[in-house]
C-alpha cells in the first residue's frame, strides 16, 4: 500500500524539542534538504505501490534520502541506518520533526526498496539530484550543451575466478542439494576434489603447469561424474532444486573460451582487460558515464550488459542524457575508443582529433576532465566495488553512485563561505578536524 502523507502542521509533544530547534539552518544537509521537492518525489514513487494490498510502506523521503546518504557517504545498509540513529542532520534531511532514539527501519528493508523501484527508480534518484544541482547553482542550464562521455568497470565483489575453485565450488553445491533432495550419490568425490584442488593451487605457484593442467582435468572428470549420476537419478519433484545450478555447470563443462564462467553466485559477470600495469584484469560489468564539459556534474550514468563496444554505447548515453535533462547535447567529448559510434543528434569529437579552431582544439583537451570523476565515484562513492545482486543490482549499484557523487558536489558548494577561508588561512589547519564535523558537534 501506498505511504501515508505526512501532514504539513507538526503536532506539538511536551516531552521532546523540535529537530529544527536543536540543529544548525546552516549546515549543508539542511539546505540540500530544502532544495528538493519532497511532495513531487512522493507521488511520482506511488506507482510502485499497491493501492488498497498490504501495510502501508514507509515515507518515500526517509527511503530516498536514506539510499542518497548512503552513496554520498560510501555506507552499508547496516552503517547508514546506525548513523542515522546518531546523526539529527540525517534525521531532518529524511524528513524527521523530532529526534529518534530507535532504528527508523531494518537494514533489509533498503534491499526490498532499491527492487520495488528499480533501474527506473533510481534514475528518478540521479534526475533529482540534477535538479538539486541546478537549484545551488552549482550547474547551469547552458552547461548541458557540452558533455563528456566515457566507459569504465564496475568491479562485483567476487573473489578472484580460478578453474580449480570454481571446479571444486560447483561439485560441492551439487553434493549438497543433492541431500536435501534425497538423492543417494554412486560416490560424492569431495575428499579427492579438495586435494586435486589444493594441487592444482600449488603447481600453478612452482609454475609446473602441465601437472597443473592434469589435476584441472582430474577435477573437471569428477565434477562431470558427479553431474550425470544426478541427472540419471533425478526425479520430477527434484528437478527445480537443479534449475538454476545445471546450467552453470553445464557452462563449466563446455568450452571454456566460449560463454566462460567467472563467478557462481555472479554468473553476469564479465572479464575485461584494460591494459592497466598493475590489474592486468577487472571483472564486473561495463559502465557508461556522462558529465558536463565545464563542471563536471553527473548527467547521465547506466550499466550495460555483456562486453559492448565503447562505440556502440554512445546511442544508449545520448538517450539517458535526454530523459534525464530534457535535451541532447550539442557537443560531446569522447575519447578513441569511440570510433565508428553512428551518432548523428550530437556533433561528437574525439581525443586526437585535428582541427583549426583554438577553442575547438581547447575543449577537445579536457576531455579528460572525466577521468578524475570516475576515480571520485570509486574511491569515495560505492561504484569500485558492486555489493548488489545480479544485473538489476549492476544497473542501480551504477545509477545511484552517480546520485551520490553530484550530492557530494552540491555539498561542496553550498557549504559556508568562511569554512574555506579559515581552513585555508588558519595556521594550524593540519591538526583541525574537517569542516563537517564542526556542525556535527554543535
Not at 563542471?295 to 563496444?309: H, M, Q, T
Request: hydrophobic letters at 35%; aromatic letters at 10%.
Amino acid at each position: 500500500m501506498k505511504p501515508k502523507r505526512k501532514s504539513n502542521e507538526i503536532q506539538k509533544d511536551l516531552f521532546r524539542t523540535e529537530l529544527k530547534s536543536l540543529i544548525d539552518k546552516t549546515h549543508t544537509l539542511v539546505k540540500l534538504s530544502q532544495m528538493i521537492d519532497w511532495e513531487s518525489l512522493s507521488q511520482e514513487f506511488d506507482v510502485y505501490y499497491h493501492d488498497k494490498m498490504g501495510r502501508p510502506g514507509k515515507p518515500t523521503r526517509l527511503m530516498a534520502g536514506l539510499l542518497l546518504l548512503q552513496h554520498t557517504f560510501k555506507c552499508s545498509d547496516e552503517e547508514i541506518v546506525a548513523r542515522f540513529v546518531e546523526n539529527p542532520y540525517y534525521q531532518y534531511f529524511c524528513g524527521n520533526d523530532f529526534f529518534e532514539h530507535s532504528l527508523p527501519i531494518d537494514p533489509t528493508a533498503l534491499i526490498k526498496w532499491r527492487q520495488r523501484i528499480g533501474k527506473e527508480g533510481c534514475e528518478k534518484l540521479l534526475k533529482l539530484t540534477i535538479e538539486a544541482g541546478l537549484k545551488s547553482k552549482t550547474i547551469q542550464k547552458k552547461d548541458f550543451k557540452r558533455a563528456i562521455a566515457d566507459t569504465t568497470i564496475q568491479e562485483k565483489n567476487i573473489a578472484h575466478p580460478t578453474d580449480s575453485a570454481l571446479y571444486l565450488k560447483a561439485l560441492e553445491k551439487m553434493v549438497l542439494t543433492a541431500k536435501e533432495a534425497d538423492i543417494k550419490l554412486r560416490q560424492t568425490y569431495t575428499r579427492t576434489s579438495k586435494k586435486l584442488a589444493s594441487q592444482a593451487s600449488r603447481y600453478a605457484h612452482a609454475k609446473q603447469y602441465k601437472r597443473m593442467k592434469s589435476a584441472l582435468r582430474s577435477l573437471k572428470t569428477l565434477m562431470g561424474r558427479v553431474y550425470r549420476d544426478i541427472q540419471r537419478k533425478l526425479t520430477e519433484a527434484s528437478r527445480d532444486l537443479f534449475s538454476s545450478l545445471f546450467p552453470l555447470v553445464e557452462r563449466l563443462l563446455k568450452d571454456p573460451a566460449k560463454d566462460k564462467l567467472y563467478s557462481l553466485h555472479a554468473p553476469e559477470v564479465r572479464c575485461f582487460s584494460k591494459g592497466k600495469a598493475r590489474k592486468r584484469y577487472e571483472f564486473g560489468d561495463k559502465v557508461a558515464i556522462a558529465v558536463t564539459h565545464k563542471r563536471n556534474f553527473v548527467i547521465g550514468i547506466e550499466s550495460l550488459e555483456g562486453a559492448p563496444y565503447d562505440g556502440h554505447t554512445l546511442n544508449g548515453t545520448i538517450d539517458q542524457i535526454e530523459r534525464l535533462v530534457g535535451d541532447v547535447p550539442e557537443e560531446t567529448f569522447v575519447d578513441r575508443g569511440y570510433k565508428k559510434h553512428g551518432v548523428l543528434r550530437t556533433s561528437v569529437f574525439m581525443s586526437g582529433q585535428k582541427t583549426t579552431s583554438p577553442s575547438l582544439k581547447k575543449r577537445i583537451k579536457r576531455r579528460s576532465a572525466i577521468e578524475p570523476v570516475i576515480g571520485h565515484m570509486k574511491m569515495d562513492g560505492k561504484l569500485g566495488r558492486n555489493y548488489l545482486k545480479g544485473t538489476l543490482g549492476n544497473s542501480i549499484n551504477a545509477c545511484l553512485s552517480g546520485a551520490g557523487y553530484n550530492v557530494r558536489a552540491i555539498l561542496k558548494k553550498i557549504k559556508p563561505f568562511f569554512l574555506d577561508f579559515f581552513f585555508s588561512h588558519h595556521p594550524s589547519k593540519k591538526s583541525l578536524p574537517p569542516p563537517c564535523f564542526l556542525f556535527l558537534d554543535s
